[in-house]
C-alpha cells in the first residue's frame, strides 16, 4: 500500500480509502451483511488500508434515512479492536438540519452510532449551494469551531456536489477547512467542481479525497465495444479498474480515493493496484481523453449545457436534468443517476414541472425539442427515489 499526507491535517493516509456506503448487503439497502462485510473490512485493514468513510444516511431503506453504515462500521472496529488502525471519516447531514442545536444532535448521535469519542475527519454531506446558504444562517462555522475545541472532531471539511463558484464561495468562507470530498474519474473532468476544484485544493494544502473513481462501477462493467476497442490499443496493458484507479494516482492533486468495494475479490484487486501503481504514459494520457469522448457519443440528447434555455419561466433546471439523464444513459446506469437527480435537484426544478409553454422552443443551439426532452427525464427517473 503507498500512503500520502492528507493536506494540512498531516495526517499519512493510505491512497486508497474504504467506501462504506456500497457494503454487500442481503435483500435491501439497509440490511447489511455482517459476515462478509467484516470478512472484506478486515483484509483491507490487514492490508494497508487506514481510512473508513461513511455517512449519517449510508445503508438506509430510503436516500434521506438514518443509516446502517455507522452503525456497522462502529461495532466493527470496537469488536475487532481496529479503532487505533484507522481514521473514521463520516458527514453531518447538512439537509436535515433546522436549527443550530441540531448539527451538535446529530454529531453526538453519529458519535454513539460510531462508538468512538472523536471523529477523524467530520464533512458537512453534499453540499449544494441552497444547503450552504441554509447551515450558514444556522451558524455552523460556530458549531465546527466548537467540536474542534471540544475535540469530538479531530479535521473539519465537508463533500461537494456543486459548481465551482459556490464550491469556491464555500472554501472561502471558513479558513479552518482541512479535507474535501469531491467526485472525480475521467468523465468528470469538467462535471461539478472537477479538475478546477482539486487545483484549488491543491493551491489551498486542502487534503483531497475522490469519490466515485469508477462511477458507481459503471466504468469497469459491461464495456461498450468501441470503448474496449481503444483499450485495446493502449501501450500499457490496463483492466478497466487499473485504467480508472491509475488516471487519479497519477495526478498530482489526489490524495485519497475512496472504493465502494462489497467483496474480497475487490478489495484484494484494488489493494494490488494502489500497493504498485503504474505511470501513464503522454499517449495514454491522450488515449484515456479519447475514451471519455467516446462514452460522451452515448448520452441521451445532444445537450451541450450552454445555458441558451435558462432561466426556465417554472423554474425547470434544464441543464441539470439533462446533465444526469445524459449520464445515467451513457453510463447504462439510471439507479447511478437517480440518486443525484432526486438529491441534488429541487423537488421543483425537476422534468415534471415543465409545462411545455414554449419559451425555449427556438433557443437551444442543438436545435432540441426540450419540453420533449424533459417528458423524457420524466419518464426515466419517474417521481421518486426508489432505485435501491
Known sequence: MQYTELGKTKENVSILGFGAMRLPTKGSNDNIDENTAS????????????????AYPY?????????????????????????????????SPSWLMEEKGDFEYYLDKQLEKLKTDSIDIYLLHALTKDDWNKVRKLRVLDFLDDSLSSGKIKHVGFSSHTEIDTFVDILDAYPKWEVVLT??????????????????????????MIM?????????????????????????????VEWALEYLWNRDDVDCVLSGMNSLEQV??????????????ESDQDLIREVA???????????????????CPEGVDIIN????YNIGKMLNNP?????????????DCRADSCIDCGDCEFVCPQMLDIPQELEKVDNYFGREFNHF
Open 39 to 54: 470478512e472484506i473490512l478486515s483484509y483491507g485493514i490487514d492490508n494497508g488500508i487506514n481510512l473508513i468513510d461513511t
Open 321 to 324: 436534468c439533462f446533465n444526469e
Open 268 to 281: 484484494k484487486q484494488n489493494i494490488q493496484i494502489a500497493s504498485n501503481v503504474k505511470e501513464i504514459s
Open 293 to 311: 469522448r467516446t462514452y460522451k457519443t452515448l448520452t441521451g440528447n445532444e445537450c451541450t449545457s450552454c445555458g441558451y434555455c435558462m432561466p
Open 59 to 91: 445503508h438506509s431503506a430510503g436516500i434521506d434515512g438514518n443509516g446502517n453504515s455507522e452503525v456497522f462500521i462502529g461495532n466493527f472496529l470496537k469488536e475487532n479492536s481496529y479503532r487505533d488502525d484507522v481514521l473514521i471519516s463520516t458527514k
Open 335 to 347: 439507479k447511478g443517476s437517480a440518486m443525484q437527480y432526486f438529491s441534488l435537484i429541487d423537488e
Open 183 to 208: 467526485q472525480m474519474n475521467y468523465l468528470d473532468e469538467y462535471y461539478q467542481t472537477g479538475v478546477m476544484g482539486l487545483d484549488e485544493l491543491k493551491r489551498l494544502n486542502i487534503g483531497s
Open 212 to 240: 466515485e473513481p469508477l462511477r458507481g462501477g459503471r466504468l469497469v462493467q459491461n464495456i461498450p465495444p468501441e470503448v474496449q476497442k481503444l483499450w485495446d490499443c493502449a501501450e500499457v496493458k490496463r483492466t478497466p
